[in-house]
């Protein structure tokens, strides 16, 4: 699976957007790129993934530039219980196997 | 529908002994993948059972261990546990369809273990 680079912090007010950039930069034609999020020692939840269209879902719409190498997950309406440590995932989708591999993430702390 | 579960959310054992950890996935997934989480290493892959049969496996001892039953429960054991081990370890489940990007892992609150 391809690297991916995020900042490891970013702070957003709540009401705003935020907008969390990931660098995919070798990333292949078909691997997908997934977003998960993670709140203080709770599980990874699930928040969108996409191929090469912007994708949009209840709780995020997920950009991917034309050229595939970044996106960027935008939360509209931040409020403080989005603050959690947000993981950008590339995946090879083999359907033979289900592996993950999480790199160190964005710490986004959300503010009043 | 009910998410992941796991069983039990905290537990603490000794230097040495041996822990058995359990995940009833998401009703209808046939793929549960574990992984184990550390503030020094991060989220890192353990292994993934289909079918009974474990398919994928990540860079672990193997003194860490897992099975599949044909409910599609899954249980991992870690046997003579050293005080490295202690971890969030976490389940994860997914339909696995094939040829599908709809193979979203799911994760369960996790297991807390803490070895004394």
């Known amino acids: 699976d391809a690297k991916t680079t995020q900042p490891p912090s970013m702070d957003c007010a709540e009401g705003r957007a935020a907008n969390l950039p990931c660098n995919h930069s070798?990333?292949?034609?078909?691997?997908?790129v997934y977003w998960y999020r993670q709140i203080h020692s709770q599980g990874p939840q699930y928040i969108i993934h996409?191929?090469?269209n912007n994708e949009t879902n209840e709780m995020a719409s997920l950009i991917i530039t034309e050229d595939r190498k970044s996106s960027t997950l935008i939360l509209p309406h931040a409020t403080l219980r989005d603050t959690a440590v947000y993981y950008c995932?590339?995946?090879?989708?083999?359907?033979?196997?289900?592996?993950?591999?999480f790199g160190t993430g964005t710490r986004l702390q959300v503010t009043l | 529908k009910a998410g992941v579960t796991q069983t039990p959310r905290y537990l603490i054992k000794t230097r040495g002994q041996q822990v058995t950890l359990s995940c009833s996935p998401i009703?209808?997934?046939?793929?549960v993948s574990w992984y184990q989480q550390t503030p020094g290493q991060g989220l890192q892959f353990l292994f993934e059972?289909?079918?009974?049969?474990?398919?994928n496996k990540g860079n672990f001892p193997g003194r860490f261990s897992g099975r599949q039953f044909s409910n599609s429960r899954s249980e991992m054991n870690v046997s003579t546990l050293e005080l490295g081990d202690s971890a969030l370890y976490l389940c994860?489940?997914?339909?696995?369809?094939?040829?599908?990007?709809?193979?979203?892992?799911?994760f369960g609150p996790g297991t807390r273990l803490t070895v004394l």
């Open positions: 994860a489940s997914s339909l696995a369809l094939t040829a599908s990007s709809t193979d979203t892992q799911y």
């Open positions: 070798t990333i292949s034609g078909n691997e997908y």
């Open positions: 996409g191929l090469k």
């Open positions: 995932i590339v995946r090879l989708y083999t359907g033979t196997a289900s592996k993950l591999t």
């Open positions: 009703s209808g997934h046939r793929s």
């Open positions: 059972y289909f079918s009974e049969t474990q398919r």
